[in-house]
């Protein structure tokens, strides 16, 4: 089978092309490298550098490439900056998307696996939140990945396009072979970004509020690794392969932990004692998100591997002390 994978060389993409290719699946990628890197490309992956929302570039890989399925990564996930700058996020994940499908429809192409986000929930009415909860975006970049959604919906009616849309939770690690990893510019991620401590390039780490209502009164979040994402998507691709309708999953652990729980953790992991700073809440934040995960688990037949928080940020600092300024040299 052969695979394209629109931003397979960013973060989630990268891991979910060396999971295919671990797998002996064929693999094509397009990426703008914008944000990815070419580092993170995998040596046996056919690559074309290039944008989805240039029509005649994606015709031209679809007229050249015999593809199966389709995992559509290529999107902007700045939550602040689709604040400050939501038609950037418009554009290239509305837009780009439209462009996309537009390619796909005209190439008989009709199986689609792509990322979509807690952030589509905002505020949830309860957790952990399921799939049929309402769906109420607090930020652009939210809203701009429901759109996506709906544009898939409404793209499956007129033409049978079936696609599977993941909503991630808090991806995190990295792969446990240490070469690839996360590699944000700017970085804004908890995980990093207390990793960053013991790696000498920030003195503490800030704590964005403590007085949420939670049991330490710090923001829960469901951490979910990124190997385990990975598999996921190898999962709704085989889902759609076999005929199956267009469906939506949440993907997470099911368990939540405070930020000062992964600080805690990332101390035991890292040895170091990493200091942390109490600061202002950050714009936009839930108090708590935590996934029910049991339709994929029940549908998908999946099951993460990496539940631990331990593990999940052992091999997140496997790769930042190895490559401590990302893919850069
Ligand atoms: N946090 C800190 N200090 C920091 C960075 C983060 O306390 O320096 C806190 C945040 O306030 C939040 C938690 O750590 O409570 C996790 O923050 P992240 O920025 O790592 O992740 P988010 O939960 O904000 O974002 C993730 C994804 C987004 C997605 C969002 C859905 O990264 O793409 O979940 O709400 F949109």
Request: glycine share 8%; net charge negative.
């Amino acid at each position: 089978m052969t695979v394209l994978v629109l931003g397979g060389a960013g973060y989630i993409g990268s891991h979910t092309v060396y999971a295919l290719i671990e797998k002996g699946e064929d693999v094509v990628i397009i990426d703008n490298l914008e944000t990815g890197h070419i580092e993170a490309v995998h040596p046996k992956a056919r690559f074309y550098k290039g944008d989805i929302r240039d029509r005649a570039f994606v015709d031209s890989v679809l007229d050249k490439e015999k593809i199966d399925a389709v995992i559509h990564f290529a999107a902007n996930s700045l939550v602040g900056e689709s604040m400050t700058n939501p038609l950037k996020y418009y554009d290239n994940n509305v837009n780009g998307t439209k462009v996309l499908l537009q390619s796909m429809v005209a190439h008989g192409l009709n199986k689609i696996v792509f990322s979509s986000t807690a952030a589509t929930y905002g505020e949830p009415e309860r957790v952990p939140i399921l799939e049929t909860d309402r769906t109420e975006p607090t930020n652009a970049y939210g809203e701009t990945k429901l759109s996506m959604e709906k544009m898939f919906k409404w793209t499956d009616r007129a033409h049978g396009l079936k696609y599977v849309s993941l909503r991630y939770f808090n991806a995190c690690g990295a792969h446990v072979s240490g070469q690839i990893g996360e590699a944000h510019k700017p970085e804004t991620h908890l995980i990093p970004l207390i990793l960053q401590v013991p790696l000498g390039q920030r003195e503490a780490i800030s704590i964005f509020g403590n007085d949420y209502p939670t049991k330490d009164g710090t923001c829960i979040r469901d951490y979910i690794h990124v190997t385990d994402l990975a598999q996921a998507h190898i999962l709704a691709v085989d889902y759609l392969m076999k005929g199956n309708d267009s469906n939506i999953f949440n993907l997470g652990n099911g368990v939540g932990f405070t930020v000062n729980e992964v600080i805690e953790t990332a101390r035991k992991v890292t040895g170091h004692p990493i200091p942390a700073v109490m600061a202002e809440r950050r714009a936009g934040d839930p108090a708590q998100l935590i996934a029910s995960s049991e339709k994929a688990k029940t549908i998908l037949g999946w099951k993460p591997e990496h539940a631990d928080l331990e593990e999940i940020i052992a091999t997140a600092w496997k790769w930042h002390s190895t490559h401590p300024n990302g893919y850069a040299k």
